[in-house]
Protein backbone atom coordinates (compact mmCIF):
# COMPACT_ATOMS: atom_id res chain seq x y z
CA UNK A 1 0.00 0.00 0.00
CA UNK A 2 1.10 3.37 -0.61
CA UNK A 3 1.55 5.98 1.41
CA UNK A 4 -0.27 9.81 0.92
CA UNK A 5 0.89 12.94 2.34
CA UNK A 6 -1.61 15.76 2.52
CA UNK A 7 0.60 19.21 2.41
CA UNK A 8 -1.91 22.53 2.91
CA UNK A 9 -1.45 26.16 3.09
CA UNK A 10 -1.90 29.75 1.95
CA UNK A 11 -1.20 30.25 -2.14
CA UNK A 12 2.90 31.71 -1.58
CA UNK A 13 2.93 29.45 1.51
CA UNK A 14 5.75 27.17 -0.07
CA UNK A 15 4.39 24.32 -1.02
CA UNK A 16 5.95 24.36 -4.65
CA UNK A 17 8.92 26.15 -3.52
CA UNK A 18 9.35 22.87 -1.50
CA UNK A 19 10.65 21.05 -3.96
CA UNK A 20 13.60 22.91 -4.37
CA UNK A 21 15.69 20.27 -3.07
CA UNK A 22 15.04 17.06 -5.26
CA UNK A 23 17.13 16.41 -8.63
CA UNK A 24 15.42 15.61 -11.50
CA UNK A 25 15.10 11.67 -11.60
CA UNK A 26 14.33 11.83 -7.66
CA UNK A 27 10.72 12.89 -7.55
CA UNK A 28 7.81 12.84 -10.23
CA UNK A 29 5.38 15.80 -10.40
CA UNK A 30 1.96 15.64 -11.73
CA UNK A 31 0.99 19.63 -12.75
CA UNK A 32 -2.86 19.59 -12.17
CA UNK A 33 -2.64 23.08 -13.67
CA UNK A 34 0.34 22.71 -15.77
CA UNK A 35 1.62 26.25 -13.70
CA UNK A 36 5.56 27.41 -13.53
CA UNK A 37 7.31 26.03 -10.38
CA UNK A 38 8.74 28.65 -8.46
CA UNK A 39 12.54 28.32 -8.95
CA UNK A 40 14.78 27.70 -11.12
CA UNK A 41 14.72 23.89 -12.67
CA UNK A 42 14.81 21.18 -15.02
CA UNK A 43 12.12 18.71 -14.19
CA UNK A 44 9.64 17.06 -16.17
CA UNK A 45 6.32 16.76 -15.26
CA UNK A 46 2.89 15.56 -16.48
CA UNK A 47 0.00 17.90 -17.18
CA UNK A 48 -3.56 16.92 -16.31
CA UNK A 49 -6.40 16.65 -14.46
CA UNK A 50 -7.71 13.92 -15.41
CA UNK A 51 -7.97 11.04 -12.85
CA UNK A 52 -7.29 8.39 -14.84
CA UNK A 53 -4.28 9.74 -16.10
CA UNK A 54 -3.10 10.67 -13.15
CA UNK A 55 -3.40 7.09 -11.43
CA UNK A 56 -1.80 5.51 -14.50
CA UNK A 57 1.19 8.26 -13.93
CA UNK A 58 1.15 6.96 -10.25
CA UNK A 59 1.37 3.48 -11.14
CA UNK A 60 3.64 3.39 -13.79
CA UNK A 61 6.17 5.91 -12.23
CA UNK A 62 9.95 4.99 -11.74
CA UNK A 63 10.36 6.78 -8.72
CA UNK A 64 8.67 6.49 -5.59
CA UNK A 65 8.24 10.04 -4.29
CA UNK A 66 5.66 11.58 -6.40
CA UNK A 67 3.65 14.98 -6.06
CA UNK A 68 0.15 16.55 -7.53
CA UNK A 69 0.54 20.05 -7.18
CA UNK A 70 -2.08 21.65 -6.66
CA UNK A 71 -4.57 18.42 -5.73
CA UNK A 72 -6.89 20.73 -4.96
CA UNK A 73 -7.64 21.69 -8.58
CA UNK A 74 -8.96 18.43 -9.43
CA UNK A 75 -12.26 19.79 -7.09
CA UNK A 76 -12.27 22.97 -9.10
CA UNK A 77 -11.65 22.01 -12.32
CA UNK A 78 -14.42 19.35 -12.25
CA UNK A 79 -17.32 22.15 -10.62
CA UNK A 80 -15.97 24.91 -13.13
CA UNK A 81 -16.35 22.36 -15.91
CA UNK A 82 -19.53 20.76 -15.23
CA UNK A 83 -21.50 23.13 -12.80
CA UNK A 84 -23.04 25.26 -15.10
CA UNK A 85 -24.43 22.55 -17.34
CA UNK A 86 -26.05 20.64 -14.70
CA UNK A 87 -29.03 22.85 -13.93
CA UNK A 88 -30.56 23.36 -9.99
CA UNK A 89 -31.45 20.83 -7.42
CA UNK A 90 -30.62 17.34 -7.55
CA UNK A 91 -28.25 16.98 -10.68
CA UNK A 92 -25.98 20.23 -8.56
CA UNK A 93 -26.34 17.91 -5.74
CA UNK A 94 -25.09 14.76 -8.32
CA UNK A 95 -22.24 16.97 -9.25
CA UNK A 96 -20.92 17.44 -5.76
CA UNK A 97 -21.22 13.88 -4.83
CA UNK A 98 -19.01 13.29 -8.15
CA UNK A 99 -16.30 15.50 -7.55
CA UNK A 100 -16.15 13.73 -3.85
CA UNK A 101 -16.72 10.58 -5.14
CA UNK A 102 -13.63 10.53 -7.66
CA UNK A 103 -11.39 12.51 -4.84
CA UNK A 104 -12.02 9.82 -2.57
CA UNK A 105 -11.50 6.80 -5.02
CA UNK A 106 -7.98 8.78 -5.55
CA UNK A 107 -6.59 8.81 -2.11
CA UNK A 108 -8.00 5.07 -1.57
CA UNK A 109 -6.32 4.00 -4.87
CA UNK A 110 -2.95 5.72 -3.71
CA UNK A 111 -3.15 3.76 -0.38
CA UNK A 112 -4.44 0.76 -1.80
CA UNK A 113 -3.44 -0.08 -5.36
CA UNK A 114 0.30 1.62 -5.49
CA UNK A 115 3.25 -0.13 -3.84
CA UNK A 116 4.24 -0.16 -0.10
CA UNK A 117 7.24 2.05 -0.73
CA UNK A 118 5.72 4.75 -3.18
CA UNK A 119 4.75 8.27 -1.13
CA UNK A 120 2.53 10.62 -2.60
CA UNK A 121 2.25 14.27 -1.98
CA UNK A 122 -0.54 15.93 -2.39
CA UNK A 123 -0.66 19.80 -2.64
CA UNK A 124 -3.70 21.36 -1.11
CA UNK A 125 -4.80 25.24 -0.33
CA UNK A 126 -5.98 25.78 3.23
CA UNK A 127 -9.52 27.17 4.09
CA UNK A 128 -10.90 28.41 7.76
CA UNK A 129 -14.37 26.78 8.23
CA UNK A 130 -16.89 28.87 11.01
CA UNK A 131 -15.12 27.18 13.98
CA UNK A 132 -11.80 29.16 13.18
CA UNK A 133 -10.20 25.74 12.21
CA UNK A 134 -7.57 25.36 9.27
CA UNK A 135 -8.44 22.44 6.94
CA UNK A 136 -7.59 21.57 3.16
CA UNK A 137 -10.06 23.57 0.55
CA UNK A 138 -12.95 21.31 -0.78
CA UNK A 139 -15.45 21.90 -3.06
CA UNK A 140 -19.16 21.73 -1.64
CA UNK A 141 -19.61 19.77 1.56
CA UNK A 142 -19.97 16.19 0.45
CA UNK A 143 -15.78 15.88 1.34
CA UNK A 144 -15.83 17.96 3.80
CA UNK A 145 -18.87 16.54 6.06
CA UNK A 146 -19.07 13.36 5.14
CA UNK A 147 -15.51 11.89 4.68
CA UNK A 148 -13.26 14.30 6.07
CA UNK A 149 -10.02 14.90 3.72
CA UNK A 150 -7.50 14.41 6.34
CA UNK A 151 -8.61 11.60 7.91
CA UNK A 152 -7.96 9.61 4.98
CA UNK A 153 -3.96 10.81 6.01
CA UNK A 154 -1.91 9.69 8.62
CA UNK A 155 1.03 12.60 7.74
CA UNK A 156 -0.79 16.20 7.12
CA UNK A 157 1.81 19.21 6.91
CA UNK A 158 1.16 22.82 7.22
CA UNK A 159 2.72 25.04 4.57
CA UNK A 160 3.48 28.49 6.77
CA UNK A 161 5.65 31.82 6.92
CA UNK A 162 6.71 32.08 10.73
CA UNK A 163 8.81 34.52 12.15
CA UNK A 164 9.47 35.31 8.15
CA UNK A 165 10.93 31.99 7.67
CA UNK A 166 9.36 29.42 5.51
CA UNK A 167 8.75 26.01 7.59
CA UNK A 168 6.12 23.06 7.88
CA UNK A 169 3.94 22.97 10.66
CA UNK A 170 4.34 19.19 11.53
CA UNK A 171 2.01 19.02 14.82
CA UNK A 172 -2.01 20.73 15.54
CA UNK A 173 -1.68 24.31 17.19
CA UNK A 174 -5.52 23.14 18.12
CA UNK A 175 -6.82 25.38 15.66
CA UNK A 176 -5.49 23.36 12.37
CA UNK A 177 -5.55 19.86 11.41
CA UNK A 178 -1.37 18.72 11.08
CA UNK A 179 -0.40 15.82 12.09
CA UNK A 180 2.67 13.16 12.30
CA UNK A 181 3.28 10.28 13.58
CA UNK A 182 4.73 10.00 17.49
CA UNK A 183 8.21 10.83 17.19
CA UNK A 184 8.51 11.13 13.26
CA UNK A 185 9.96 14.70 13.54
CA UNK A 186 11.93 16.36 16.17
CA UNK A 187 10.49 19.69 16.13
CA UNK A 188 6.82 21.53 15.80
CA UNK A 189 8.34 23.44 12.99
CA UNK A 190 10.67 22.04 9.87
CA UNK A 191 12.28 23.85 7.12
CA UNK A 192 9.77 23.61 3.94
CA UNK A 193 12.32 21.13 2.43
CA UNK A 194 10.30 18.23 1.22
CA UNK A 195 13.60 16.18 -0.12
CA UNK A 196 14.29 16.34 4.01
CA UNK A 197 10.59 15.57 4.98
CA UNK A 198 11.04 12.52 2.67
CA UNK A 199 14.03 11.12 3.85
CA UNK A 200 12.89 11.28 7.21
CA UNK A 201 9.80 9.15 6.35
CA UNK A 202 11.67 6.59 4.80
CA UNK A 203 13.65 6.48 7.64
CA UNK A 204 11.04 6.22 9.57
CA UNK A 205 9.35 3.47 7.78
CA UNK A 206 12.33 1.61 7.09
CA UNK A 207 11.39 2.17 3.54
CA UNK A 208 14.80 1.68 2.26
CA UNK A 209 14.96 -1.38 3.72
CA UNK A 210 12.25 -2.99 2.73
CA UNK A 211 12.92 -2.48 -1.25
CA UNK A 212 16.23 -3.57 -0.66
CA UNK A 213 14.49 -6.93 0.63
CA UNK A 214 12.67 -7.12 -2.71
CA UNK A 215 15.46 -6.95 -4.76
Same mark, same amino acid.
Given at each position: ????????????? =?????????????????? #?????????????? &???????? &????????? #?????????????????????????? =????????????????????? &???????????????????????????????????????????? $???????????????? $?? $????? #?????? =????? %?????????? $??? &??????? %????? %???
Amino acid at each position: MGLPILIIGKSGS =GKSASLRNFKANEVGIIN #VLGKTLPFKNDFKY &IVSDDYTK &IKTALLSAK #VNTLVIDDAGYLLTNMFMREHSTKGQ =GSAVFDLYNKIGDKFWDLINF &IQHQLPEERIVYLFMHEDKNDFGDIKPKAIGRMLDEKVCIEGMF $TIVLRAMIDNGKYVFR $TI $TNGFD #VTKSPI =GMFDN %EFIDNDLKLV $TDT &IKKYYNM %EEKLN %EKD
